[in-house]
Structures are given as structure tokens and as C-alpha cells.
């Protein structure tokens, strides 16, 4: 059973840095792309960033240049490194996984900016 598990969430202050991940298991994951979304207060979910198998990555407007999306295959982990943080990235963090045409999400990690 595919599993998605997000940590590295917390509170930080404006301009700060965190460093979110998502473990997969439960497969081989030789094929995939792999989400990032984000869910504040009163608002759709929405997309943040994504990375292929390949290593092809692409980004939300809103966080081009401040946020980077990689991958450690080896762990089965991705990773979304934010900078530069601002108020409006308060939300909850989700991990998506696309794989075999099916589509997993984790339990979400919340990110808090504010000083």
C-alpha cells in the first residue's frame, strides 16, 4: 500500500526557511510525478510545484525563485525547499503522488509565517 508521509513543517518568521519532505513507500517508485500543494484557511487547494522522475520540475507563479523541488530517489523522498518566506505561504502542505495512473496524497504538514 502506497504510503506519503510530509514533515519539516513549523512556524517561522518573514524572509525565513524550511524544508519540507515526503517519504513514499509501500512500491518502487521507478515512474512518477511527484506534487507539491498547499491549502490555506479558507481557500482551495493549490498547486505549488512539481518534479518528474525525470527531474523535470515546474512552479506556481507565487513561489518561482524562492521555493526549489528535488528529489532523492534513493530515499523515495522529495523535498521543497522554501526561502524567503512570506505571510501568505501560511497553509497546509500536501505531497501528491502520481504513479501507475493513480493518484496519492499525504496527510498534510503546516507551515506557519509570521513574526
Known amino acids: 500500500q502506497v504510503q506519503l508521509v510530509e514533515s519539516g513543517g513549523g512556524l517561522v518568521q518573514p524572509g525565513g526557511s524550511l524544508r519540507l519532505s515526503c517519504a513514499a513507500s509501500?512500491?518502487?517508485?521507478?515512474?512518477?510525478?511527484m506534487d507539491w500543494y498547499r491549502q490555506a484557511p479558507g481557500n482551495q487547494r493549490e498547486f505549488v510545484a512539481r518534479i518528474s522522475s525525470g527531474g523535470i520540475t515546474n512552479y506556481a507563479g507565487s513561489v518561482k525563485g524562492r521555493f526549489t523541488i528535488s528529489a532523492d530517489n534513493a530515499k523515495n523522498t522529495v523535498y521543497l525547499q522554501m526561502n524567503n518566506l512570506k505571510p501568505e505561504d501560511t497553509a497546509v502542505y500536501y505531497c501528491?503522488?502520481?504513479?501507475?495512473?493513480?493518484?496519492?496524497w499525504g496527510k498534510g504538514t503546516l507551515v506557519t509565517v509570521s513574526s
Open positions: 501528491r503522488l502520481l504513479f501507475r495512473g493513480v493518484e496519492y
Open positions: 509501500g512500491s518502487d517508485f521507478k515512474f512518477y510525478i
